[in-house]
Antibody
């Protein structure tokens, strides 16, 4: 059974850093395109970043230069390192797997982890 | 990376059909057949309903269908049921190798 379990969220001050983790089971992270998607309270979905199976990474303009997506193949885990956090980064962060040999067809999602940026 | 445009709300009575539009540009919706649709109930993670414009994942009701014309994609829900009341989001691959979501549509079953 495919499962994605995020962790690492919490309260952080503006300008601070946080690293989110997403532990996967039932499939191999390194063989799939893996994304982070966030949702601010009461708002819509916002795509954040993707890492391809080949290792290429892409970011939304809103986080480029501040966030870094990575994976640990030995732990089958996806990460999102978030630096220089701003109030507008407050959101539930979901990790997700792209499937169906397509782009953007996110077939499995984690339960989400809440990041709150506030002083 | 502007969000794709969706109507804020759509409503219908049980048994009716409704259509949600998703308008982008030639750099996203119009340029690729990589449009997906998601259903999200309050407090839950999104669920994939349609991928590659018109394909349904296994287990998704055939009451859900997708299409695309030019820069606008559409999701149609036929035989509307109470459980269909949720938020719906489209997404598209873009020419920058990124993804972009729509603004979201709240579906209300009257």
């Amino acid at each position: 059974e495919v499962q994605l379990v995020e962790s690492g969220g919490g309260l952080v001050q503006p300008g601070g850093s946080l690293r989110l983790s997403c532990a996967a089971s039932g499939f191999t992270v390194s063989s799939n395109y893996m994304s982070w998607v966030r949702q601010a309270p009461g708002k819509g979905l916002e795509w954040v970043s993707v890492i391809y199976s080949g290792g290429s990474t892409y970011y939304a303009d809103s986080v480029k230069g501040r966030f870094t997506i990575s994976r640990d193949n030995s732990k089958n885990t996806l990460y999102l390192q978030m630096n220089s956090l701003r109030a507008e980064d407050t959101a539930v962060y979901y990790c997700a797997r792209e499937g169906y040999d397509s782009r953007g067809a996110t077939d499995y999602w984690g339960q989400g982890t809440l990041v709150t940026v506030s002083s | 990376q502007s969000a794709l445009t969706q109507p804020a709300s759509v409503s219908g009575s049980p048994g009716q059909s409704i259509t949600i539009s998703c308008t982008g540009t030639s750099s996203d919706v119009g340029g690729y057949n990589y449009v997906s649709w998601y259903q999200q109930h309050p407090g839950k993670a999104p669920k994939l309903m349609i991928y590659d414009v018109s394909n349904r994942p296994s287990g998704v009701s055939n009451r859900f269908s997708g299409s695309k014309s030019g820069n606008t994609a559409s999701l149609t829900i036929s035989g509307l049921q109470a459980e269909d009341e949720a938020d719906y989001y489209c997404s598209s691959y873009t020419s920058s190798s990124t993804l972009v979501f729509g603004t979201g549509t709240k579906v209300t079953v009257l």
